[in-house]
Structures are given as C-alpha cells and as structure tokens.
C-alpha cells in the first residue's frame, strides 16, 4: 500500500470519527496515527468529554470488535485476561477468554485499579498475547487499547508507574470543545447518538496494510539523528529528573512516520518529528518540583527542546 492510499483511508476514518467527536481533529488524527502505529493510547482527561465514545467509534470504522474494562480497586488480573471455567457438561476446564480479548479494548480509568491488576496489561500491550493457566493465548489483531485516567481526581488512585507509562505509545487529551462546537454536539445528540450511525470505513485486512506501509516510510539517516538528538536533549534538560527511553526514540521515528504517510509523504521530514514528539515523548519524561511549581507542563519541555535542537535541512 503506498503512502497516498494510506493518506487517503486514514483520512476516510478521521472524517468519520469526527461525525461523533466533534471540534477535535488533531487529537482524533492522533489517535488514529497511534492505531496505524501498532502502539496503545493513554487519554488524560476529565468525564463527559468524549473518551468512550472516542474508543467506540475506532472500533466501528474499522470494522473491529469493541470491550470494555471498568478498571476498580476489587478488579483482579482474571477479570482481564480471562480464566478456566469448570464445564460440568464435558466434565473438564474450559477457558474463557477475558474483555482483553477484543480488537480495540477501552480500560477506562486504567489508575483505580492497583499495581498487579495494572500489570496484567503489560505482557498484552507488549506481547499481544496474554499467559493465563499455564499457557499463551494470541490475541486479536490488530489489539488496540485506549487507556484512560482522571488526571484532576487522584484520591484512591494508583499512579501508573514509569515503566507501564513507557508502553503506552502516546498519551492525549480530549479537553472542553468550544462554544460553537459544543452548540453543534446538543443538535446532533438531540434525538439520537451519531455513534449508532458510524460505519466500517475499512476492512481489519486494510488496516494490518496500512501498519505495514508505515514501517517502510523512508527516513534519512540526518532525520534518525535529529530524533535522537531530540530524546537525549530530554535527558539532558534541567527540568526534568529522567528522559525519555530508547522506546521513545524509536516510536517517536514510528509516529513520524505514520504522520508522513498520513500527510501521503514516502518519507519522513523534520516538520513530521515536531508534529509528533509531544504526544510520544511527554508522558515518557519525569518533571522536576520547579516545573510544575511554575504551572509547566511536560509538553511545555518537549516544544521548548524542539526549539532549541536543530533540525536538518528536509531532504528530497
């Protein structure tokens, strides 16, 4: 599949994602970049803006089986992967499979539950299989998981803690639409849900060729240096107490190029990294007390680093 094609479907998904989500095509654009890169979402934000709804119209577009976890404090690590069930009728266990057994699996408010029930996803999100009774089971492809926590209520919560964070591909968030837009959203929700009327824009197949298209977007070697540069200047920044992994660094070159062949590039520019590094990168870093003493953000960090590195002369 080339580039243009790619361009030309993601675009198709966008533009039906936004019949639901209204007002917030560059967050929607994102996730759907983080989808055609193989990697998982982390969505910080308050209720009521849109979360679900956003998993849910992922799935329909593409054709794929949506679930649910309510992650709480009494969830256990079998009510995610899934468990052996006596069957009294055959006479022997049986497994059935858990909700992560889905293509696009929303965990919503992924930090009330705790840590060992938190890292029954890691081996999933990393592996795309999961180990229960002694055996591993694949998992659906393509797996998609949107993960979501509120950043603002943290009483009885769980921080995820820096590895875990280090899976998630990009974090995002949704945030208050406009006067103007959320006026559009009472008039379409007014009689009924768009989201009843979201349909399947590609096949699973088409996707699985989207995500292999992407791979081979070619990237100069002066641009590899350039996102290398950027994630060390993360390590190096007084601002923060720990940068990003090499994870970071070859996601940030994966997002990159998903963003080129989204935009119908066959390869990567510098415009392509900077569009990208704060939704890969922010999450990956730890911020100092003085950061947000100065009411700063990551985010804040990885534009001022992109401001500061230089970028190569595009190539081509």
Avoid: W
Wanted: charged share 25%; with cysteine.
């Amino acid at each position: 599949m080339s580039p243009q094609e790619v361009a030309e479907r993601s675009r198709s998904i966008i533009d039906e994602i936004e019949r639901v989500i209204v007002g917030k095509r560059s967050t929607v654009s994102k996730a759907v970049l983080t989808l055609l890169c193989g990697g998982h979402l982390l969505i910080e934000d308050i209720p009521g803006v849109g979360k679900t709804t956003l998993a849910k119209a992922i799935a329909r577009c593409i054709g794929g089986d949506f679930r649910r976890i309510q992650f709480t404090p009494d969830l256990l690590p079998s009510d995610i992967t899934g468990g052996a069930i006596y069957n009294q009728k055959e006479g022997e266990f049986q497994f059935r499979p858990g909700p992560i057994f889905g293509n696009v699996v929303l965990a919503d408010e992924i930090n009330r539950a705790t840590p060992k029930t938190q890292s029954a996803l890691l081996e999933a999100m990393e592996e795309d299989q999961v180990t229960t009774e002694g055996e591993t089971r694949n998992l659906p492809r393509p797996f998609f998981v949107i993960a979501t926590q509120n950043a603002i209520e943290m009483t009885g919560t769980y921080p995820l803690p820096e590895a875990q964070l280090d899976r998630f591909f990009a974090r995002l968030s949704l945030g208050y639409p406009d006067m103007a837009h959320e006026t559009e959203i009472l008039d379409r929700q007014q009689t009924s849900h768009p989201i009843d009327l979201t349909r399947p824009v590609i096949k699973l197949s088409e996707l699985e060729d989207m995500q292999d298209a992407i791979r081979h977007v070619f990237v100069h070697e002066t641009v590899k240096k350039y996102i290398v540069e950027v994630v060390r200047a993360t390590r190096e920044s007084s601002l923060l107490l720990m940068g990003a992994s090499p994870r970071g660094s070859l996601h940030l070159m994966r997002a990159a190029q998903a963003n080129a062949a989204m935009n119908g590039s066959e390869y990567v520019r510098p415009d392509d990294v900077k569009a990208v590094a704060s939704a890969v990168l922010a999450h990956r870093v730890l911020p100092r007390a003085e950061l947000r003493a100065k009411g700063q953000s990551t985010e804040d960090v990885i534009e001022r680093i992109l401001g500061q590195v230089a970028a190569p002369v595009p190539v081509g």
